[in-house]
């Protein structure tokens, strides 16, 4: 039966009327009793718990010992769960990247055991895209002369009041178009060495960084534990 601190028998009476729909006790668990702050932010202890308070944080103590034996939280509204589930997943996928940049350091020092090592697989990678760009600032370079005679060329037949061709027009047009994509592919390349030569820059420092953190691990003496004094025999 459900007691507070301030009961009436009216109260008594009305808990009792509930009483089935109460949170029965285990048979067979050891005799306990329930304390919960109602809504009228009372203190309440009883047997078993009304409807009311199936979602109230509440205590279980001992009628034995009269110690806490379990601490239950109140049920989260819907809108709190959505919150706790939502840092959950925050923080879920906060350790995956960090698993994957432990990962990523590990694969780093074993795939190049030098700096040297390290700086020669980006001067590759360099050489390969500054080359790519020179071959085609080449071509856009042979473009614009070829733009440029076409132009020169169209210019003259109209001085002399002559129709340009339909042949020299197309390729005018042509060549502009070629001309066009040429400049775009040149600003990419230009813009792949630049993010290269950061990438590079941030990986070495990065690098030297765990290169010195493995040096301080390894010159770090281990603990050895203290010899023993002995022990003079007695006379």
Same mark, same amino acid.
């Given at each position: 039966?459900?007691?507070?601190?301030?009961? +009436?028998?009216?109260?008594?009476?009305?808990?009792?009327?509930?009483?089935?729909?109460?949170?029965?006790?285990?048979?067979?668990?050891?005799?306990?009793? =329930?304390?919960?702050?109602?809504?009228? @932010?009372?203190?309440? =202890? @009883?047997?078993?718990?009304?409807?009311?308070? /199936?979602?109230?944080?509440?205590?279980?103590?001992?009628?034995?010992?009269?110690? %806490?034996?379990?601490?239950?939280?109140r049920t989260?509204?819907? &809108?709190?769960?959505?919150?706790?589930?939502?840092?959950?997943?925050?923080?879920?996928?906060?350790?995956?990247?960090?698993?994957? #940049?432990k990962q990523?350091?590990?694969?780093?020092?074993?795939? =190049?055991? +030098?700096? !040297?090592?390290?700086?020669?697989? =980006?001067?590759?990678?360099? #050489?390969?895209? *500054?080359? *790519? /760009?020179?071959?085609?600032?080449?071509?856009?370079?042979?473009?614009?002369? @070829?733009?440029?005679?076409? /132009?020169?060329?169209?210019?003259?037949?109209?001085?002399?009041?002559?129709?340009?061709? !339909?042949?020299?027009?197309?390729?005018?047009?042509?060549?502009?178009? /070629?001309?066009?994509?040429?400049?775009?592919? #040149?600003?990419?390349?230009?813009?792949?060495?630049?993010?290269?030569?950061?990438?590079? #820059? +941030?990986?070495? &420092?990065?690098?030297?960084?765990?290169?010195?953190?493995?040096? &301080?691990?390894?010159?770090?003496?281990? %603990?050895?534990?203290p010899t023993?004094?002995? *022990?003079?025999?007695?006379?």
């Open positions: 039966m459900n007691v507070s601190r301030k009961t +009436t028998l009216a109260v008594i009476v009305a808990m009792l009327l509930v009483a089935p729909v109460a949170l029965a006790a285990d048979p067979a668990a050891p005799p306990k009793l =329930y304390h919960w702050v109602g809504a009228d @932010g009372k203190d309440h =202890y @009883g047997d078993t718990l009304p409807p009311e308070a /199936l979602t109230q944080a509440r205590q279980e103590i001992s009628k034995n010992s009269g110690m %806490t034996i379990k601490q239950v939280d989260l509204t819907p &809108e709190e769960q959505a919150a706790a589930q939502a840092k959950a997943d925050a923080d879920a996928k906060a350790a995956e990247v960090i698993e994957k #940049a990523d350091d590990q694969v780093l020092m074993a795939s =190049y055991p +030098t700096e !040297a090592d390290l700086k020669r697989a =980006y001067d590759e990678r360099l #050489a390969s895209l *500054t080359e *790519t /760009l020179k071959a085609t600032r080449i071509g856009l370079e042979s473009q614009q002369q @070829g733009m440029s005679s076409q /132009l020169v060329a169209a210019s003259n037949l109209e001085l002399s009041n002559k129709p340009v061709g !339909a042949k020299l027009e197309s390729s005018i047009k042509s060549t502009h178009a /070629l001309l066009v994509e040429q400049q775009a592919s #040149a600003m990419q390349q230009e813009a792949q060495v630049a993010k290269l030569l950061q990438e590079s #820059a +941030t990986t070495m &420092e990065h690098y030297r960084s765990l290169q010195a953190a493995a040096a &301080e691990r390894n010159a770090t003496p281990a %603990t050895t534990p023993p004094t002995p *022990t003079p025999p007695k006379g």
